[in-house]
Each structure stands twice: as C-alpha cells, then as structure tokens.
C-alpha cells in the first residue's frame, strides 16, 4: 500500500474512534492506514494542532470505504452499550447526533480553540490560531454544535487580545525609538 495513493476518508480526534473505524474497514477486506495516531497517543495535546487522526485508505477503496463506515448497521456509537450498562433505552436521534464525530468546521474550531489556548503562553502560536479561525468561519456551508460555537468565540476573544497586546508591545516598544 505504500506505493499507492492514499486518501482520507474520515479524521477522528479520539484514537478509539479512529480504531473502531480501522477495525471495521480491515473487517470487509479494506486495507487501512491510520496518520497521527503515534501524536495522539503520545501527546494528547498536540493531536489537533497536528490534525488529528486520519483514516486513509487506497484511491481505489476510498468509494466502499466511505460506504462502509457510513453505513448504519456499523454505526456502533451507541449500540451495545446501553445493554452493557443494562439500560435497555435507545438513545433519542438527537442525542446520537449530539455526539457524533466532528465534522472537518468543528475540527478546526476545536483546532483553533486549542492553538488559541496554547498561544496565551506561547504567542508564536497565534497566527496559527488566526489562520484555524479563518478557515473554520470561512468554511460556514457545515453545521457548528453549541460545543464547538462555544470554543470557536472563546478562540476569537482569546486571539482578538493576544493580537490586541502585541500591537500595544509594538507601539510601546518602538513608538519610543524616535524620540
């Protein structure tokens, strides 16, 4: 598979969820590779800086792959745990959609809000944070849960005043040169 072209198919933040989606592609004879993997269990913190993890599969496999792991029946999110923690319940359609994986704007709204945090004392990482910010408010065709509009502002105010403090620095520091 190395000498082929390889594409992504889903990207995952959790290294469980990305497990189970390689587990069933392996299952139905779909070759997988799986990038950021090593990051996300070694330094949890930098997985979205890092994007994350993604799924990729052969050019040729991407079509039944995406088909697989769309399909219902693998939908194992809820599934079998209800029985495992003896609630014989299903999960209202709300809740499943509540906390499904991350489409690719909440990704970078979560991306974003995690550059914007780290920024704070490494400021080298706000433009990083800025460039995250734009993409994920540029990218408006995707929906955005409350969870990830929640960190998407909390990383636009963040950015807003680190951004607001190096221009101060700048003028205090340099506005005093020429007199």
Same mark, same amino acid.
């Given at each position: 598979m190395p000498s082929e072209e390889l594409v992504t198919i #889903?990207?995952?933040s959790n290294p469980i969820e990305a497990r189970l989606a390689k /587990?069933? $592609?392996e299952e139905s004879g779909v070759t997988v590779s799986l990038t950021g993997e090593e990051i996300a269990l070694t330094q949890w913190s930098l997985t979205q800086a890092n994007g994350a993890i993604r799924v990729q599969v052969a050019a040729r496999d991407a079509v039944r792959a995406d088909e697989i792991l769309s399909d219902p029946a693998y939908d194992d999110s809820y599934e079998g745990l209800s029985e495992v923690a003896g609630d014989a319940t299903s999960p209202e359609p709300d809740e499943v959609q509540q906390y499904g994986s991350p489409n690719q704007r909440e990704e970078l709204a979560n991306r974003a809000y995690r /550059? #914007?945090?780290l920024g704070i004392p490494?400021?080298? $990482?706000?433009?990083y944070a800025t460039w995250l $910010?734009?993409? #994920? %408010? %540029?990218?408006s065709d995707l929906p955005l849960r409350a969870e990830y509009a929640r960190r998407l502002e909390i990383a636009q105010w963040i950015n807003f005043v680190m951004w607001l403090l190096v221009v101060c620095w700048i003028v205090v520091t340099f506005g005093s040169i020429g007199r």
């Open positions: #889903a990207i995952y /587990a069933r $592609l /550059a #914007a945090m490494y400021i080298f $990482l706000q433009p $910010l734009w993409h #994920a %408010s %540029s990218n």
